[in-house]
C-alpha cells in the first residue's frame, strides 16, 4: 500500500539542507581506537583531534593550528599537551598556547577544547555548547564488557547521515536489501510484519513480536521472537533480539516478558556525521555471555558485516539520486516509513529550537 505522501517531512530534501543538531553527545570513536597516539577525525564538518593525557584521560580539541592551520592531530603529545609538528606552538589541554619557538611569552592564541567521555565503548564528544555538556544525557547502552560478547567495526559511507537514520528506523529492508544476508539469518520476515512505535524524549522504541519463528534458518525448535531496539539522538541505535518459548509472546500480552530469554543478542549502533555527505558508522555486535563462543561470533560478524557492506551500496547509490532529484519532487510513504518520519520530525525539532536560540542571543 502506497499512502500520500503530505507530510511536511516529505517534500523535505535529503541532502544538502544544512545543519546539525550541535546540542548532542556525538561518538566519536572506539575507546580503543584512542591510543598513545593523537586521532584526527571530522564530525558535523569540524575537525577534532583526540589525544590522552599523561593520566589517560581523553582530550578532545579543535584539529586546527591557529598558526598555518595544519592538523595537530600530525603532532606530539608532550605530557598534558600538544605539540604542533610544523612549526613548534604548543597547546595545553584547556586549548591555551604554551610555547611558541622564538617567542617568549607564548602568543596569546589558543584552540577549541570540547568537552569528551569515555561511556558504552565510546569515546564521546559534545560538540555544542559546552555549558550545556551534561555527561547524564547519553543514553544506557549495552557497552563492551557487559551482559553481552560484543565485537566493533566502523564504516564510513558516502551518504548523509539522515539516509542511515531512515534506514536504521526501516528494517523492512531486511527482507530485500539484506535478502541473503541477515533477512535469512534472522530467519523472520521483517516487511510483513508492522512494528509496534513508541515516542520517546529523545527518540524512538521500535518493537516487533514475531511468533512460532525459528532461532536460525532450519532450527528445530519454535520460538516466539522479540526484536527491540531504541533509536536515540543523534543516530544511536541499540537493539536486542531475544528468542522465548513459542507462545511467550501472546502470554505475556506481547509485552517484554520478565523471564530470562532462552538466547538473546545485541547491536550497538551509532551514525556520526562526518559532512552532510559523510557519514561514519559506528557498530558493534554481540551474543549473551552464557551462549556466547568465538564460533558463533565469528559467523554473526561475518553475516552483519556483509549486510553493512550491502547498506553501504545502496545508500551511497541513494545519496547520487538524491543528489540530482529536483527538491520539488516528493516522495511517497508507505506504512513502514512510520517510524522513520517521526525520527525526522524530531530532528526538526530540534533544529528549529536550535537555531531559535541561536537567533536570540
Ligand atoms: S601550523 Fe602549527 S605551528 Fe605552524
Ligand atoms: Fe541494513
Redesign the pocket.
Known amino acids: 500500500m502506497i499512502m500520500s505522501g503530505q507530510d511536511e517531512t516529505l517534500r523535505h530534501r535529503v541532502a544538502g539542507s544544512g545543519g546539525f543538531i550541535r546540542n548532542l553527545w556525538y561518538v566519536a570513536a572506539w575507546s580503543h581506537e584512542l591510543a598513545d597516539t593523537p586521532i584526527g577525525r571530522v564530525l558535523l564538518e569540524e575537525p577534532v583531534v583526540f589525544y590522552r593525557r599523561a593520566d589517560g584521560a581523553p582530550v578532545a580539541m579543535e584539529d586546527r593550528?591557529p598558526?598555518?592551520?595544519?592538523p595537530?592531530s600530525m603532532g606530539r603529545v608532550e605530557g598534558d599537551d600538544l605539540r604542533?609538528m610544523?612549526?613548534?606552538?604548543r597547546f595545553g589541554c584547556d586549548g591555551v598556547c604554551r610555547e611558541m619557538p622564538a617567542r617568549e611569552p607564548a602568543p596569546p592564541v589558543r584552540v577549541r577544547i570540547y568537552p569528551t567521555v569515555e561511556r558504552w565503548g565510546w569515546l564521546w564528544v559534545w560538540m555544542g555548547d559546552p555549558a550545556q555538556a551534561d555527561p547524564e544525557k547519553i543514553p544506557d547502552a549495552f557497552g563492551l564488557q557487559g551482559a553481552y560478547d560484543m565485537r566493533t567495526d566502523v564504516m564510513d559511507i558516502d551518504a548523509c547521515w539522515e539516509l542511515l537514520n531512515d534506514n536504521l528506523c526501516d528494517l523492512s529492508h531486511l527482507d530485500f536489501s539484506h535478502a541473503t544476508t541477515l533477512g535469512a539469518s534472522s530467519a523472520v520476515r521483517w516487511s510483513e510484519r508492522k512494528p509496534h512505535i513508541e515516542e520517546l524524549p529523545d527518540g524512538l522504541r521500535i518493537t516487533r513480536w514475531f511468533e512460532d519463528a525459528r532461532m536460525a534458518p532450519g532450527h528445530p525448535l519454535p520460538v516466539d521472537t522479540l526484536s527491540s531496539y531504541r533509536y536515540l539522538l543523534p543516530g544511536l541505535f541499540l537493539m536486542s533480539m531475544a528468542w522465548y518459548p513459542a507462545g511467550t509472546a501472546a502470554r505475556c500480552g506481547y509485552a517484554e516478558p520478565v523471564e530470562p530469554p532462552l538466547s538473546s543478542r545485541a547491536d550497538q549502533q551509532a551514525v556520526t556525521p562526518v559532512t552532510s555527505r559523510r557519514s561514519r558508522y559506528f557498530f558493534a555486535t554481540g551474543v549473551a555471555r552464557p551462549q556466547a563462543n568465538q564460533r558463533l561470533l565469528d559467523g554473526i560478524v561475518a553475516v552483519v558485516t556483509a549486510a553493512f557492506a550491502e547498506d553501504k551500496a545502496i545508500l551511497e547509490a541513494q545519496q547520487k539520486i538524491v543528489d540530482i532529484t529536483p527538491p520539488e519532487r516528493q516522495r511517497f510513504a508507505t506504512p513502514h516509513d512510520a517510524a522513520l518520519l517521526a525520527f525526522r520530525r524530531l530532528v526538526r525539532a530540534r533544529l528549529a529550537a536550535e537555531a531559535e536560540t541561536d537567533a536570540a542571543r
Open positions: 593550528c598558526h598555518r592551520f595544519a595537530l604542533c610544523y612549526h613548534g606552538l
